[in-house]
């Protein structure tokens, strides 16, 4: 209340500042990076008086066009004075960041002189990353701008360490999904893919963003579940000028842009803007355990039942458009009234993005394969089970919104941040499928399959988050709440396979009868958070004490409702057109066929599920300095994290009341974990640093991993199973992974962002949790999420960034960036799993009972070269990126391990500004200029690598244009 | 048909019905005049017994669990609701269960769909047939489900994977598991028993025959049993050693009669009749352990006007298996025996009713044990009971 008033009071001060222009910048501690809050900045020429940066470090001056002179102080810095401040009327010169250095005791007096003011020069990043007891890396909105990014995703590319998979999700140090994180303005946001840890990063535009920093130890003050790294996306909430501009591009990839052979099929009118309109709707009647199936119900209702659903269940051919994606985003702040009693000037800032993506992936050869080993030790090669090989085509459309609202007086600051995202991906593939019947639990069929499916996604968060700085204290006070709502549905997943033999039809046994299956998310987050900073002087240097709470409550519901075609009787086809097996002339009681719907459902559903956690926390943490070389952060968090399950195995829900298990909000994991941290930084001189941290991180199982959900995916028919099943080699009681953590690294830094370090790591995973092929199961292809024993990491990684100055001064805008990760893990396999794999041993074989952690790749290797030209902002570069073989899926028994194979990412970018006002951004982009496949293969000792999966992405190319408004 | 349904229904709500019951072969019921339908949902976990005068509706996977028997009277309707996917319905003996089943060939067992109109008072007229649904339709529930601990060939020697799945039920329930070392191991006893329009699907590739041998041990009786239109195989064993006498397999949708897993023991006497696929799908061992089946004493027909079937006989390389006495007539052109050099595949007077037997065997050759002929070699007055002979189906 008090704020809505204060930002009527604001509006309502708003007043013309005639011809005058304004001056911006931000203050920092040159040694911390740090920002200053409450530095004096005066400036005698410009009319306006003095003011004070306020608690970001900020600072706002009116002044009368022309040339001026700006003295910065602050108590116990030098005074920086800035001359030749060019100030135009009605506009806004940006200073940028303004970086104090402490006042040495010998040059008490000094003031240091800036003749010219350098533009956005990353110093709170690059001190960040220098200064910080933590390991630390990002990049910044000047950056981004510098080198011509258009998203996050493009952006976070080039922090150390990371690697974007799918071209939307971030992974750090090579370790998979589950112990990397991203957080958006320091709050846990769920995903479009509520599944996944991390946001998917390719609808944030670039414009918006204040800064990316990953974080690759753990402090207290971060949620302790992530291992890899923790990426947090900081939104801008007062852009420095006005900005506005709106972007245009395309994309062209000739084997999925203008394809004639594209594969779609017939969706719905608002298909285009992310939406199904209706026509995957589930039939009325449909949900109930019992649907009109012949005998019990009039011919009539079997007949108009069947009716209602959607009739389309084959693929089709369609040209493929080009890629299109449009973006607006718009910002600016507002000052008020300086309010004459504390002598305070109120600021409003907004922010509004909205973007429009539609792409278009078209594989033309996707294979997908399960191999088995033969019983016969001497016989190393693997045999199929199953072959399946076609084409997918996909088409994606995506709408974004992110409005923004800022307010703050030098001392207080609120902002809310509201953000929707809707996402529609219509898909389309058919597929010759082919079973061996000599393999084993195989029958043996060919089989033409057509797969329909869409996945509606959306989320909406909201943030809410207020700062207060109480400078005679010392302390600054924040809190944040950010409420999202996602929604992910799959209406209507079609599945239509004829069986080829003597005659063309749908075999049971064989390729299938035709199915249908709708699968329904709902999820709920609200974590909310209270931090406290206060800073004290520890032994004579500055220190700080981090302590705060938070919650975060997460509730989800997950529903799978499936329906299997059946046929009252015989089957006879004149065609094999799936389009036209739904023919009113097919449908029961119309002979030959007579089709009707028989339900997968019971009620109540085992595929039906509610969960919810909370996590409460609380931690303390302190940042002081032994001495002049060594700073150390010491932390504890404390986690309270308990999860419940309301669902039922198939048993109960089946009515089998005694036997079948059924859990109603039932805690199903409940712990209370310390998380200890320990950040020490050396430094050896002014540019090198030894580096030490030892933490304890855990990873937690999802909501999808502890539940009796059965998930099938009817492109492949392999099937998730929920942890709560039990087999002789699993307990069903899936458990969090608790981790330790130790980092040692030494790093060097020169000017400009170069930079060399050496780092080794190593990381003790209790309780690992991977994927494992159900040993059991020989007939369908099925896994299961499970702890796997004790794993073990060690790694090294070399990470040097450098400009080419050193060969040639003419090429001091040409940098070289690489990293290199090389990992060492191990998994000491569980009793069950060595006894399994012994007893496939091949002959000359010996298995050891320890084996790579799955999900984690070898090696990562990141390396490019850039050149900028400041003049033009001309930019241009070629970035290459590799992951090496990794684990995927445990094989067990006769089922050999999966292994994702390295994809040679080669990129090149091109970006440069047009226009008498450099107004208008060109940006030329290449991708996957190796051609490279997506490939995952069974290995066996001595058998050739067979394919589990393998698409072509194919090498595309990009343009757009982004006009400054 | 209906007409004489309904009145037969009514019949039974005025109670009439146990006396006329052949009072040796019929259990007293403890709670008579409890003539409805009992819908079954729980597990059978201790011993018990189904009344003839009682429908019983399974409503799920009903498992009968180790150490339990379940006797079901002879004269017995039980009835699997629809269902498909996790909600199939099926009654699955496992490993240490017992069914006990034993019907006559006056009063048989009928196993078969809710949408069956079949009742007790119906079979005790003699009528056997369906009375509403066409003996080619499919899918309308699971089946029958037999788990034993005999040794089946699903690992190497030194493996661990002595147990597995069994198809058709879905990995999460452990009482699907089979397979031990116990070869003499006793299930129960199954007679007279017909098993009607099942083999609804968990899942393609995945579902369930009419009656599943899993591991069954030779302690197991299993003879004179008719499978009607299931949706995938008629009997399907996985290894085990038990035997089975008398059976026909009638309009199955996938195989007639398929062996996986090194099943060692017999089958005798038998028919099979058009079914969508193989006649006879004969698979090897998936473990080092070997054990040889015989098949042997069938007619097959293998077309009729509505159904060809695929191949006459179809097996692996490795399947070990004594062909002995069959004869197989309505064939088609195209329909062949797939393989004769398997080393492990015996044929002992099989006789084709064709012209030339060598243009129905892979690769043209002639081979001594297959002959053309007309000379039938089942011993069909056995089936007198069953749907498929008082149809006049049987050849």
């Known amino acids: 209340m008090r704020t809505i008033l204060a930002i009527a009071l604001f509006i309502s001060s708003l007043s013309g500042f005639g011809q005058s222009g304004t001056i911006r910048g931000i203050v920092l501690d040159s040694e911390s990076g740090e920002t200053i809050i409450g530095a004096a900045v005066n400036c005698a020429t410009c009319g306006s008086g003095n003011t004070a940066t306020d608690l970001d470090g900020n600072f706002s001056l009116k002044a009368t066009p022309g040339a001026h002179v700006i003295e910065i102080s602050y108590f116990t810095f030098q005074t920086m004075r800035l001359t030749g401040v060019q100030v135009k009327a009605n506009e806004v010169t940006v200073l940028g960041e303004l970086a104090l250095k402490p006042e040495d005791n010998l040059k008490l007096d000094e003031v240091l002189i800036v003749a010219e003011v350098q533009r956005n020069n990353e110093i709170a990043l690059l001190t960040l990353k220098k200064k910080s007891t933590a390991m630390v890396d990002g990049i910044s909105a000047a950056r981004i701008s510098q080198i011509g990014d258009g998203t996050a995703v493009e952006a976070a590319k080039r922090v150390t360490g990371v690697t974007v998979e799918g071209g939307k999700y971030v992974y750090i140090r090579g370790l998979g999904d589950r112990y990397s994180k991203t957080t958006l303005n320091g709050m846990d946001i769920p995903g479009l893919d509520p599944d996944k840890n991390t946001i998917q990063m390719d609808i944030f535009p670039t414009d918006l963003i204040s800064n990316i920093v990953v974080s690759k130890s753990f402090t207290a003050e971060q949620p302790a579940d992530f291992t890899g790294g923790l990426l947090n996306i900081e939104t801008k909430a007062f852009p420095d000028k006005k900005i506005g501009s709106f972007s245009i591009s395309t994309s062209y990839n000739p084997a999925m842009n203008l394809n004639p052979n594209y594969l779609t099929y017939q969706g719905g009118k608002l298909d285009f803007l992310g939406f199904d309109d209706g026509t995957r709707r589930l039939p009325a009647g449909a949900r109930g355990s019992s649907i009109p199936t012949p005998i019990f119900y009039p011919t009539s209702e079997v007949n108009s039942f069947v009716q209602s659903f959607n009739p389309t269940l084959g693929a089709m051919k369609q040209m493929s458009l080009l890629d299109l994606s449009l973006g607006y985003s718009t910002g600016n702040q507002w000052e008020g009234k300086k309010t004459t009693k504390s002598g305070e000037t109120p600021k409003l800032g907004y922010i509004l993005s909205l973007s429009y993506k539609s792409n278009y992936n078209f594989y033309d050869d996707v294979f997908y394969g399960e191999y088995q080993r033969y019983i016969d030790p001497a016989s190393y090669e693997l045999r199929y089970a199953t072959k399946q090989q076609g084409q997918i085509g996909e088409k994606s459309t995506l709408l974004g919104g992110i409005l923004g609202f800022a307010y703050k007086t030098n001392l207080k600051k609120f902002r809310m941040t509201l953000m929707h995202l809707q996402n529609g991906e219509s898909r389309a593939g058919q597929f010759w499928i082919d079973n061996d019947a000599e393999a084993v639990g195989q029958s043996g069929y060919l089989a033409l399959s057509n797969n329909l499916e869409y996945n509606q996604r959306s989320l909406t968060n909201i943030l809410f988050n207020g700062t207060t700085v109480i400078p005679e204290k010392n302390v600054e006070i924040d809190w944040r709440i950010a409420p999202t709502l996602s929604l992910s549905t799959d209406p209507d997943i079609r599945k239509t396979a004829f069986t080829y033999g003597t005659d063309t039809f749908f075999s049971a046994g064989a390729g299938g009868n035709p199915s249908r299956i709708w699968r329904y998310l709902q999820e709920v987050n609200v974590p909310f958070r209270y931090d406290i900073t206060k800073k004290y002087t520890f032994l004579d240097e500055p220190a700080k004490l981090l302590y705060g709470v938070g919650n975060a409550f997460k509730f989800r519901h997950y529903e799978i409702l499936f329906y299997d075609m059946q046929f009252f009787g015989g089957q006879s086809w004149s065609d094999d057109d799936p389009n036209q097996v739904l023919n009113p002339a097919n449908i029961y009681p119309n002979f030959p066929n007579r089709i009707y719907y028989q339900t997968g459902n019971n009620d109540p559903n085992p595929n039906e599920y509610s969960s919810n956690s909370n996590t409460a926390s609380a931690y303390v943490s302190t940042e002081f300095s032994l001495n002049i070389r060594t700073k150390a952060t010491l932390g504890l968090r404390a986690e309270h994290y308990i999860q419940r399950y309301t669902g039922r195995d198939q048993a109960y829900a089946s009515g089998n009341v005694a036997n079948g298990k059924n859990l109603t909000n039932d805690i199903v994991l409940n712990s209370l974990d310390l998380f200890p941290s320990l950040n020490v930084i050396y430094s050896l001189n002014e540019s090198q640093n030894l580096r030490l941290s030892a933490t304890r991180t855990i990873a937690r199982p999802s909501f999808k991993e502890l539940s009796f959900a059965q998930i099938i995916d009817p492109l492949t028919n392999r099937i998730f199973n929920g942890s709560f099943f039990e087999y002789s080699a699993w307990s069903g009681q899936l458990v969090e992974t608790r981790i330790n953590n130790a980092d040692l690294r030494w790093e060097k830094f020169w000017e400009r962002g170069q930079m060399f370090s050496l780092s080794g790591f190593f990381k003790d995973f209790n309780n690992p949790i991977e994927m494992v092929r159900i040993a059991e199961q020989q007939t369908s292809t099925e896994f299961q999420p499970r702890n796997v024993g004790r794993g073990t990491m060690f790694g090294a990684e070399l990470e040097w960034n450098a400009s080419f100055a050193a060969l040639n001064q003419k090429l001091e805008n040409l940098f070289f960036n690489g990293n290199v990760t090389l990992i060492d893990s191990r998994i000491t396999m569980s009793d069950v799993e060595f006894n399994s794999r012994k007893s496939y041993e091949r002959t000359g074989q010996t298995i050891t009972n320890t084996r790579a952690m799955a999900g984690q790749s070898p090696y990562v290797l990141n390396g490019g070269f850039s050149y900028t030209a400041p003049e033009s902002q001309t930019n241009f570069g070629v970035y290459y990126n590799v992951k090496g073989p990794t684990l995927q899926i445990v094989g067990l028994g006769l089922f050999p391990d999966v292994y994702s194979e390295p994809f040679h990412s080669l990129n090149f970018s091109f970006s440069t500004k047009l226009g008498k006002e450099k107004g208008i951004g060109l940006k030329l982009r290449a991708s996957n200029l190796l051609n490279d496949d997506v490939l995952s293969v069974y290995k066996s000792y001595q058998a050739a690598d067979q394919i589990y999966s393998r698409y072509l992405p194919g090498w595309g190319l990009s343009g757009g244009l982004t006009f400054q408004l | ?395």
Not at chain 2, 176 to 187: F, I, K, M, P, T
Request: proline fraction near 4%; aromatic fraction near 6%; charged fraction near 15%.
């Open chain 2, 1 to 395: 048909m209906r007409i004489f349904y309904q009145m037969a229904a009514v019949a039974t709500m005025a109670a009439f019905t146990l006396t006329s019951c052949d009072p040796t072969t019929t259990p007293v019921d403890p709670n008579p005049g409890d003539n409805t339908t009992k819908i079954i949902t729980e597990n059978i976990t201790a011993n018990e017994t189904w009344y003839a005068d009682t429908t019983y509706q399974l409503g799920g996977r009903i498992t009968v669990t180790a150490g339990a028997t379940l006797t079901i009277e002879p004269g017995t309707v039980i009835k699997g609701e629809a269902g498909t996917g996790a909600n199939a319905t099926a009654l699955l003996i496992a490993r240490g269960g017992k069914l006990m089943a034993v019907g006559t060939p006056s009063m048989p067992i009928i196993f078969t769909t809710v949408a069956d109109e079949i009742s007790h008072e119906q079979l005790m007229t003699g009528d056997f047939k369906g009375p509403n649904l066409d003996p080619n339709v499919s899918g309308l529930w699971g089946g029958v489900i037999i788990l034993g601990n005999a040794v089946i060939s699903a690992s190497n020697s030194a493996g661990d994977v002595s147990e597995v799945q069994i198809e058709g039920i879905p990995t999460s329930d452990q009482n699907g598991l089979y397979g031990g070392s116990d070869n003499s191991d006793n299930s129960g006893h199954l007679a007279y028993v017909s098993i009607r329009h099942g083999g609804t699907n968990i899942g393609a590739g995945n579902e369930i025959n009419g009656l599943t041998l899993g591991g069954v041990g030779s302690g197991t009786t299993i003879e004179n049993i008719e499978i009607v239109s299931n949706q995938d195989d008629g009997i399907e064993w996985f290894g085990g050693m038990v035997n089975v006498t008398n059976a026909i397999s009638w309009n199955a949708g996938d195989d007639a009669f398929d062996t996986d897993q090194a099943w060692g023991g017999t089958l005798d006497n038998f028919v099979v009749i058009t079914p969508s696929d193989h006649c006879f799908e004969l698979d090897g061992p998936e473990g080092s352990y070997s054990a040889s089946h015989t098949i042997k004493n069938g007619n097959v027909q293998a077309s009729s006007a509505d159904q060809t079937s695929h191949d006459l006989i179809n097996t692996d390389a490795n399947t070990p298996v004594s062909l002995e006495h069959i004869y197989i007539t309505d064939i088609m052109p195209g329909q062949i025996i797939n393989r004769v050099d398997a080393p492990g595949v015996f044929f002992t007077d099989i006789v084709l009713n064709v012209d030339t037997v060598q243009n129905y065997i892979k690769g043209g050759v002639t081979v001594p044990g297959i002959t053309a002929g007309t000379t039938p070699k089942a011993n069909t007055s056995v089936f007198s009971w069953t749907w498929a002979a008082q149809s006049g189906t049987i050849k």
